[in-house]
Structure formats: C-alpha cells, structure tokens
C-alpha cells in the first residue's frame, strides 16, 4: 500500500502567520512528491513538486523533504484569506502514478 | 485555449447503466489522466495516457474503461454503474512526464449511482 498521509485539519492560522502543513509516505520508492491546493468545489492546482532532500522556495512557499524520516512539508509564509483551502499532497511512484493524501484544510482568519 | 474541458458537469446514473465521460484538450499535451475524488478523500488514479493508442491502469481501475484515439480526447467509460462510483472525476494532462511539466486539470463530472 502505497500511502500518503495528512493531518485532516482544520488548521486555522491568522493573516500574516506562517502556515505549516505536514504529510508522510509510505512507500521509500516514492520519488518526487507534489503540493496541490484545491478550493471547495473546485480541481486541484500544483502548487509546487520537489524531489530533492532540502528546502525548495517559490514565493511565499516553501516545500521541504526530509527522505530519511519520509515526511514531506510545505510552508506558506505570510498567509493571507486567499490560501483557504484544501491542500493535497502527493507522491509520485513510477512514471506517472501520483498517490494522494486526503488532504488538509487550511483556514486563514483575517 | 479553453485548457482541458469537460462533459458532464454532473450526471445521475441508474444502477446497471452506461455512460461516458468525455474530456478534451487543446494543449497538445501528450500526457492525459482520469482520476476520481470521494468526499472528504484524495484523488485516485483510475487510467493514464502517455499519447494516443497508449494508455495504462492506475490505482482504481476496475468497473472503468479507457481509450485514446486522438491527442486531445480521453474519454472515461462506465459500463455497468454502481453506487461506489459515485465521486467526482478530474480528467489531467500534461506535456510530459509528472514533475518536469505541471499537471493541468479539468473542472470535473459530478457523478451521482442511484
């Protein structure tokens, strides 16, 4: 079983805080690992993917990946009300098979 | 460019009958996937594509069939519906492989089993 686990939230933070969401693997085959945001009612939107270990910046996001501990982060700096929603995280295994966490819900209070 | 569409936007099914979800894009994308999405859950892969006449299983693909006649189509068939197939379908495609291009989705099909 090729697993991709989340924190179900809600994860509520305050605007301008930092937003930390957290996801975990299962399979140490699982070679690069994707952020998608989805807001209600609508279809995912990568965020950002990473595949190295270390810290991948765009913007006010941030991905990290630690392989050895088979967790995956994402970090939104700054958040504002926009970033509500439902984040997914995803790992790729093979050529083109993504298996999906049940993604975390982020609320941004203003 | 419209992006990648879809048709239905929703749809209620009989137990035991058949439909096709259609799904189309003008990208000229070489990849394309169907995923499904139950409440509350992440998507599941259910078929992918890597260019026409080739297409492959995912994780979830039992009660579906797939087929890729043209780059930009990739209909989803159901041949006998069932109540566990209600969930909402996201049709994908990407120009090349995940991770090198990003992943661009439909806006879905709401499918409803009764």
């Known amino acids: 079983q090729k697993e991709v686990e989340q924190n179900s939230g809600p994860l509520s933070v305050p605007e301008g805080a930092i937003a930390s969401l957290n996801c975990t693997y299962s399979?140490?085959?699982?070679?690069?690992f994707f952020w998608y945001r989805q807001y209600s009612g609508k279809s995912p939107e990568l965020i950002m993917f990473i595949y190295s270990n270390g810290d991948k910046e765009d913007g006010r996001f941030t991905a990290q990946l630690n392989k050895a501990s088979q967790y995956v982060s994402l970090l939104i700096r700054d958040s504002q009300p926009s970033d509500s929603a439902t984040y997914l995280c995803?790992?790729?295994?093979?050529?083109?098979?993504?298996?999906f966490g049940t993604g975390t819900r982020l609320t941004v209070i203003p | 460019n419209a992006g990648v569409t879809q048709t239905p936007k929703f749809r209620i099914l009989k137990i035991g009958q058949s439909m096709t979800l259609q799904c189309t894009q003008d990208?000229?994308?070489?990849?394309m996937y169907w995923y499904r999405q139950d409440p509350g859950m992440g998507l599941k892969l259910i078929y992918y594509s890597v260019g026409a006449g080739i297409t492959d299983k995912g994780e979830v693909p039992n009660g579906y069939n797939v087929s890729r006649s043209t780059t930009e189509d990739f209909p989803l068939r159901l041949e006998l519906a069932a109540p566990s197939q209600t969930s909402v379908y996201f049709c994908a495609s990407s120009y090349a492989a995940l991770g090198r291009e990003t992943q661009y989705f439909g806006p879905g099909t709401r499918l409803l089993v009764l």
């Open positions: 990208m000229n994308h070489n990849y």
């Open positions: 399979d140490r085959g699982s070679q690069s």
């Open positions: 995803a790992s790729k295994v093979g050529a083109n098979n993504l298996f």
